[in-house]
């Protein structure tokens, strides 16, 4: 069963690339093979690691895993939607009449296999159909063979059973001329050396003297000939997009219904060559997969099969390792895309700030002119007092030192590339950001009022981002005063530690407040109060914030005016 | 060519740039006076020397402009020098227009501004003549009778003796000694000193 989790695993994360924010999280629940205990174990487990983040949606494949969501669904994440897959069209039961319960339901068409297989060979006699013994063969025989009749066909039929696996291949090198075989079994065989479902059908189709179909895609490539049936792929995909859609809707009581997929004819082109059979002679609509064997999918095939076989004991950690990569692969794109945004708004930000820096900047510029000039009128004068040139020497390396100090703050802010995460004073920070923002305090006659707590415990972060943090929440306070009267222009930046072990920071205004109908979604993407924002900057402070483990909020003052405040987990060990 | 007794007031709430200022300006021989803020600067008594204002545009609480605004309401008619971190046309113009002497960006060119102190200082100077000298017509005015005053406002206006007694309803003889006593006391020989002092004094000839 393994390896159709991975590919509909990967199909579903690959449709669901497009939903931003979106952390998807596998669980392989493999109870089949585990002794009593496990599931006490494995729900303990389940509710430790999800108790801070509960999911929006809990996917299940297969019947076992719904059944498993169900039971644990109350207890665990109560009022979750459930979004089923792998059933397929006939598998008993109504899931969905239990409360938020939709699903995809597949057709793996088994019949349609036999019927197609039979279109495709009219000459064959003999039918050959391999079961397994596994609880989940039991159940996959049923999907879709609750109607057939053997008497229905003009062939005989003989039922061989995938264990053991030698014997079975030993039938498999015998069959007579004009002979089928449908493999019906998913499992792999445990019979004296262990052999996993791929390298079991792969032995088969090798040693087979006639043609094999499936009823499910998910070995197509090891050697079946083809099969009627809904693509694992085409679940994840469409499970996918129900996730998105139940996603889009959150907050509305509304799941999309559940939707049932129609089968297609699938073949592989490799063994459509070797039994001769011509691409015209195909039902239409047929997919062809494995035309062109290239180098590297022979290669690739070969890879997963020996670690598939080295892996048998634990096929769990092969699934979580590719899992592992995909994930990776896509939170390295997303992080990109953040800083990528979050650069551009610093920029943004610096370009609103332009004249306040060039303020900051030619403050010193103009002491390090007027002293350089004074002194050398003191020279040309004559009579050098040399104290006092030491004096002025001295006072201009200092201004000198302050632009840039300046200029390297602003250089830091614009700088583009990995967070660079470090022990932090939040204290220190705040400072930082208020020396890129005077000259504008002084713009827009606003005064600032500092209300630091002393000896706060340091955090961990990175430290532009945080600033960028800290200087969006600071440039909207200044924004929200543009229209208030002199006496209401004032900020004050508070910071303090609170218990629970997460130090503080407020940003508080007197302007006009937030909007009630704004104060929820301030901080979504492209919501925005001022006529002319993005309003890109409080979504990817969250996101910063977030990313630091900490949390962001607003609220509105009793007295007017509204407090922006974030936290930051604290490092406790270490106070000073 | 500055004058030593000539005062530089400097109000800038930067601290590097008051004491760099204060170097330079006393270095060409000024008195230099520096205040942290506006409110600071008008609490310091008014002098009567010849001096000149160099004032940041940009400040917490007053402002420069609004420092500007405020001495022109009370009447104190020093001449600025207006210097800013971050020049834009409107604020100059804004200014320039409220009768600054001159608007310099940060950082300017010792030249610049001391020229500027120059010029400002001038014009302190020419106000200050001519207000001591608009005193002293006044004071001498003053000194006349009410028929006298009316006897100057006629010949200032180009009037005949006869014109005068006719208009004043007294004899051409009386006129003539009220005009002898005007220009005895007010130390004038001719009706064209009578008319520049009248002018002096703020009287509008017709």
Redesign the interface.
């Known amino acids: 069963m393994l390896p159709a989790n991975v590919l509909f695993d990967t199909a579903l994360r690959q449709s669901l690339q497009s939903v931003p924010d979106l952390d998807c999280s596998s669980e392989f629940l493999d109870e089949v093979d585990f002794p009593t205990g496990y599931r006490e174990r494995l729900l303990e487990f389940l509710r430790v690691k999800y108790v801070e983040k509960p999911p929006d949606v809990l996917v299940a494949f297969g019947s076992r895993s719904l059944d498993f969501c169900l039971q644990v669904r109350p207890q665990l994440f109560p009022d979750v939607p459930i979004v089923f897959a792998g059933l397929g069209r006939e598998s008993p039961g109504e899931p969905e009449r239990q409360g938020r319960v939709t699903g995809i339901r597949a057709t793996f068409d088994g019949p349609g296999t036999l019927h197609m297989a039979l279109r495709l060979h009219p000459h064959t006699r003999e039918v050959f159909v391999v079961r397994g013994e596994a609880p989940i063969d039991t159940a996959a025989a049923a999907l879709g063979w609750s109607t057939f009749r053997p008497g229905d066909f003009r062939a005989t039929f003989h039922f061989l059973e995938r264990h053991p696996l030698q014997q079975l291949l030993q039938r498999l090198s015998e069959l007579p001329p004009n002979s089928l075989v449908i493999d019906l079994a998913l499992s792999g065989s445990d019979d004296g050396p262990a052999v996993p479902a791929r390298e079991a059908v792969e032995s088969m189709a090798r040693v087979s003297q006639a043609p094999m179909y499936a009823a499910f895609d998910t070995y197509l490539g090891q050697g079946l000939l083809g099969t009627v049936t809904t693509s694992m792929q085409t679940i994840g995909h469409e499970t996918g997009e129900q996730v998105a859609e139940i996603l889009a809707s959150r907050g509305t009581d509304r799941l999309p219904g559940v939707r049932t997929l129609e089968a297609i004819p699938i073949f592989d082109g490799r063994q459509l060559r070797r039994w001769g059979i011509r691409k015209k002679h195909l039902p239409p609509g047929s997919q062809v997969r494995f035309e062109e064997p290239s180098f590297w999918r022979q290669h690739l095939a070969l890879v997963i099969v020996s670690s598939g076989l080295f892996l048998l004991q634990s096929g769990l950690i092969l699934a979580l390792v590719l899992q592992g990569r995909s994930r990776r692969r896509a939170q390295r794109e997303a992080q990109r895309r953040r800083q990528e945004l979050e650069h551009m708004t610093r920029v943004a930000t610096m370009g609103e700030l332009t004249?306040?820096l060039?303020?900051?900047i030619?403050?010193?510029?103009?002491?390090?002119?007027?002293?350089a000039?004074?002194?050398q009128?003191?020279l040309a004068?004559g009579g050098v007092d040399a104290a006092?040139i030491g004096d002025?020497l001295a006072?201009i390396a200092?201004?000198d030192l302050?632009a840039g100090e300046v200029i390297r703050r602003m250089r830091a802010l614009l700088r583009k590339g990995d967070a660079d995460p470090t022990t932090l004073d939040v204290n220190d920070l705040v400072a930082e950001v208020i020396g890129l923002l005077r000259?504008e305090?002084?713009?827009q006659?606003v005064?600032l009022a500092l209300d630091l707590a002393p000896g706060l415990h340091p955090i961990h972060g990175d430290r532009v981002q945080l600033q960028q943090v800290l200087l969006n929440l600071m440039v909207n306070a200044l924004d929200a005063l543009k229209d208030t009267t002199a006496s209401n222009r004032k900020v004050v930046v508070r910071t303090a530690t609170p218990e629970g072990g997460f130090v503080r920071v407020e940003v508080e205004d007197a302007g006009a407040g937030v909007p009630a109908d704004k104060l929820e979604s301030v901080f979504d993407p492209f919501v925005t109060t001022k006529p002319h924002g993005m309003g890109l900057g409080l979504a990817i402070c969250r996101s910063i914030i977030l990313a630091h483990g900490g949390r962001i909020g607003s609220s509105n003052n009793p007295a007017g005016g509204a407090t922006f405040w974030f936290t930051l987990p604290a490092l406790m060990e270490a106070k000073r | 060519m500055s004058d030593s007794t000539a005062i530089v007031y400097v109000v800038d709430d930067e601290a590097s740039v008051r004491k760099s200022l204060g170097r330079l300006l006393r270095s060409a021989g000024y008195r230099v006076l520096a205040f942290a803020s506006a409110r600071e600067f008008l609490q310091q008594p008014v002098e009567a020397e010849i001096a000149c204002l160099v004032l940041d545009v940009q400040m917490p609480d007053l402002n420069g402009l609004e420092l500007q605004q405020f001495l022109a309401d009370a009447d104190r008619n020093v001449p600025i020098v207006f210097i800013t971190g971050h020049g834009d046309i409107p604020t100059s113009v804004r200014a320039m227009k409220a009768g600054a002497q001159d608007f310099l960006s940060k950082p300017f060119d010792a030249k610049d501004l001391l020229a500027a102190i120059e010029r400002a200082h001038a014009k302190a100077r020419e106000e200050a003549i001519e207000s001591a000298s608009s005193l002293d017509a006044r004071q001498r005015l003053a000194r006349l009778t009410p028929r006298e005053h009316e006897v100057l406002l006629q010949v200032i206006a180009g009037r005949l003796n006869k014109q005068i007694a006719a208009a004043l309803g007294a004899s051409e003889k009386t006129i003539k000694v009220h005009r002898g006593r005007v220009m005895h006391k007010l130390d004038v020989q001719s009706v064209a000193d009578l008319v520049r002092l009248c002018e002096k004094a703020g009287i509008r000839i017709e």
């Open positions: 004249a306040s060039a303020h900051e030619n403050q010193p510029l103009a002491a390090i002119l007027s002293n000039q004074a002194a009128r003191l004068a006092e002025i006072d200092a201004d302050r000259g305090m002084i713009l006659n005064s």
